[in-house]
T-cell receptor
Framework: ETGVTQTPRHLVMGMTNKKSLKCEQH?????MYWYKQSAKKPLELMFV???????ENNSVPSRFSPECPNSSHLFLHLHTLQPEDSALYLC??????????????FGEGSRLTVL | QQQVKQSPQSLIVQKGGISIINCAYE??????FPWYQQFPGKGPALLIA?????SEKKEGRFTISFNKSAKQFSLHIMDSQPGDSATYFC????????????FGSGTRLSIRP
């Protein structure tokens, strides 16, 4: 496995379900991110974990809960979602030191549909 | 202040033509301007990037033109090919952490054979 891997690639859930998205990076990076991608909108940063600290976007609803057990793994726990939460959820990683600071390496995304 | 405005929303170019995508920003603290390319079913990938101390950067057929005084930057794709058909995002970073990258809304580019 190389790069950033996300599972599942597709997820359909009801509004009362609880599910989790998983991300794993094999690049040795020290920061991981969750982005939300909706049609015709800018990529929206939801959460950042760097050096085991968590930075959040205060506009993200509490029904989204991130977990970063180590520098290689990132989860997004989902509960009582709304239909407007349907989107592509992208995980990314980066190395925050050195010349290439700022380059994000994205996974292929998890397409979420909330019924 | 934190927005990056991108245009056009979609673009159709004939094969061999020049594709031009424009972006504008307000925050003069931005210090790094990357462009990302996204193919259907894939995540975005870094295409080319520029810092505000240069006015142009070229990598193969891809060129970024940067106008610091106007707070605008653009991506030019020369000799556009069908394989360039993708969605392109401009972005800007304000500070030393990638967590402060702000993305534009994207341009869907289609190259007609």
């Amino acid at each position: 496995e190389t790069g950033v891997t996300q599972t599942p690639r597709h997820l359909v859930m009801g509004m009362t379900n609880k599910k989790s998205l998983k991300c794993e990076q094999h690049l040795g990076h020290n920061a991981m991110y969750w982005y939300k991608q909706s049609a015709k909108k800018p990529l929206e940063l939801m959460f950042v974990y760097s050096l085991e600290e968590r930075v959040e976007n205060n506009s993200v609803p509490s029904r989204f809960s991130p977990e970063c057990p180590n520098s290689s793994h990132l989860f997004l726990h989902l509960h009582t979602l709304q239909p407007e939460d349907s989107a592509l959820y992208l995980c990314a990683s980066s190395q925050l030191r050195g010349e290439n600071t700022g380059e994000l390496f994205f996974g292929e995304g998890s397409r979420l549909t909330v019924l | 202040q934190q927005q990056v405005k991108q245009s056009p929303q979609s673009l159709i170019v004939q094969k061999g033509g020049i594709s031009i995508i424009n972006c504008a920003y307000e925050n003069t603290a931005f210090d790094y301007f990357p462009w990302y390319q996204q193919f259907p079913g894939k995540g975005p990938a870094l295409l080319i990037a520029i810092r505000p101390d240069v006015s142009e950067k070229k990598e193969g057929r891809f060129t970024i033109s940067f106008n610091k005084s106007a707070k605008q930057f653009s991506l030019h794709i020369m000799d556009s090919q069908p394989g360039d058909s993708a969605t392109y995002f401009c972005a800007a970073r304000g500070g030393s952490s990638a967590s402060k990258i702000i993305f534009g809304s994207g341009t869907r580019l289609s190259i007609r054979p």
